[in-house]
């Protein structure tokens, strides 16, 4: 093993949605150890403007690779989406990936009739990443973007089913996807945010069973699996990974939502807390 591949791969986020990115990372690289930062101190980044996107994701960056890392994922579309190619320049020649172009293929693949949605913060879709991304793709598509706000509060509550998380879909979605309103229907809804993977039930039950419902988490680990083998920097399968976890402000908070986001029971000891 030389010590490249011993090194972690970093991975950054506003806050706990990023989870959802280490949780598809595991499955996927289950030998590979992870350093992830939530920076909770700074959240949201969904409505900040660009240049306060790209300071506050520069400086939390940085603190992460300092630690020591092979690769840096970006598993938040809002950061992604404003300062993934500063943060390249910035850290070249460390590889850094971010989720909208691996969200973006995913999209692509699964619309058959071209017509996608794509919902996320107000920064990203505003910045119109996402939708230039899946033009540079499949040039025909239509691609329509919806920021859902709201859908980043409620999925950290836990609010993920029943009625209000509904009523949130309807208030957001049902102009797009009410058969009565529009022609052609889209039959794809891309989830252009960290957070809404947990709202995908209520989403599913609001735009209906036809629509395929996609996030970028299981296509980013994949893009990451296939730099990490080009580059040789996959590490040996000689034991299970691990994950450390950071976070910028409020500890027990961190613990609480990141539990729901990654699907099992994190503890105060778990998470370090750190100062950018
Ligand atoms: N992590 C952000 C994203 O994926 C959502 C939360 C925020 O607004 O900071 O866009």
Do not use: W
């Amino acid at each position: 093993m030389n010590d490249m591949t011993a090194l972690p791969i970093a991975l950054f986020d506003s806050g706990v949605g990023g989870l959802t990115v280490l949780k598809a990372l595991r499955q996927c690289l289950p030998h590979e150890d992870l350093l992830y930062l939530g920076d909770t101190a700074r959240l949201p980044y969904g409505t900040k403007g660009p240049e306060t996107i790209v300071r506050y994701t520069l400086l939390a960056a940085r603190m992460l690779v300092g630690r020591g890392a092979k690769m840096l994922v970006v598993a938040c579309n809002t950061a992604t989406a404003a300062a993934l190619p500063t943060l390249q320049e910035a850290l070249a020649p460390l590889p850094v990936l971010g989720v909208v172009e691996p969200g973006a293929r995913a999209a692509a693949a699964a619309s058959r009739n071209g017509e996608i949605v794509v919902i996320a913060t107000e920064a990203t879709i505003s910045g119109g990443a996402y939708q230039q991304a899946i033009v540079r793709i499949r040039p025909e598509a239509q691609v329509r973007g919806r920021a859902c706000t709201l859908f980043v509060p409620m999925a950290e509550e836990g609010l993920m089913h029943g009625p209000l998380a509904e009523g949130l879909a309807h208030h957001y979605l049902d102009d797009i996807f009410n058969p009565a309103l529009t022609a052609p229907r889209p039959d794809t809804l891309l989830l252009g945010c960290t957070h809404f993977p947990l709202l995908q039930t209520a989403l599913q039950n609001v735009v209906g069973p036809q629509v395929h419902i996609v996030d970028s988490a299981a296509t980013t680990a994949a893009c990451v699996s296939e730099r990490l083998a080009q580059t040789n920097l996959l590490r040996p399968a000689d034991r299970p990974g691990t994950s450390h976890f950071m976070t910028t402000d409020n500890r027990a908070r961190f613990v609480r939502t990141g539990s729901l986001f990654l699907g099992e029971r994190l503890h105060n000891a778990d998470v370090e807390l750190v100062d950018l």
